[in-house]
């Protein structure tokens, strides 16, 4: 089974729009730490977000926050008044600190935003 | 300077030849990570080490060898490249401590001919 499960492979959002990318995970961890990176056309990671599962508060940072709901194991990122920078690939990821070490991420959904 | 740098950036090369990818960083991170990423799939953890005497197969190691020639420098091997390695490789640094303490390189993209 995925442990990290990203169902939307594309998506189109008009310009200042809000925008939810979809993120569940799958762990028996009770430790573990989530996170969202953005890989724009030139291919860098970039790192956007962290919530840990101890965290009682959903991790914000500035226009980006994470709708974490732990009985539901989803991870949702959620990009506020959207901008024609924010078109790229967003990842999902997990980190279980009971497990071997390393990110596990999900497959992706591509992000376009439309004038 | 970019805290990790990968070289090269891009690279060709033929079927059945060795290839050495390489990575330095500056964070002074003891944890240093392989990834390789293919269109759809994301990344894929290839090997990962703790310190220069400790290096641990991830997910996807076969075909693949690593060294950690110091704590600075974790460089990557195909021994004998094949057409499915074409791919892009990032080179990662952590510290064991909890949050955001992931740093990537800016990755090399492989073809394999």
């Known amino acids: 089974a995925q442990k990290i499960t990203q169902t939307q492979p594309g998506m189109f959002v008009q310009e200042k729009e809000a925008v939810t990318l979809d993120c569940t995970y799958d762990?028996?961890?009770?430790?573990?730490?989530l996170f969202w990176y953005k890989q724009p056309s030139s291919g860098e990671m970039i790192f956007l977000i962290y919530?840990?599962?101890?965290?009682?508060q959903n991790a914000t940072e500035g226009r980006y926050s994470l709708n974490f709901q732990k009985a539901r194991k989803s991870a949702n990122l959620v990009i506020s008044a959207s901008q024609l920078g924010d078109s790229a690939m967003y990842f999902c990821?997990?980190?279980?600190?009971?497990?071997?070490?390393?990110?596990?991420f999900g497959k992706g959904t591509h992000l376009i935003i439309q004038p | 300077d970019a805290d990790v740098t990968q070289t090269p950036r891009n690279r060709i090369t033929k079927t059945g030849k060795r290839i050495m990818l390489e990575c330095s960083q500056t964070k002074g991170h003891d944890r240093m990570y392989w990834y390789r990423q293919d269109p759809g799939l994301g990344l894929r953890l290839i090997y990962y080490s703790f310190d220069v005497k400790d290096i641990n197969k991830g997910e996807i190691s076969d075909g693949y060898s690593v060294s950690r020639q110091a704590q600075a420098k974790f460089s990557l091997s195909l021994e004998s490249a094949i057409p499915n390695q074409t791919a892009l490789y990032f080179c990662?640094?952590?510290?064991?401590?909890?949050?955001?303490?992931?740093?990537f390189g800016s990755g090399t993209r492989l073809t394999v001919v």
């Open positions: 990662a640094t952590s510290t064991p401590a909890l949050g955001h303490g992931y740093t």
């Open positions: 919530q840990g599962s101890y965290d009682e």
């Open positions: 990821a997990m980190r279980e600190w009971g497990g071997a070490d390393g990110l596990t």
């Open positions: 762990t028996s961890d009770q430790s573990y730490g």
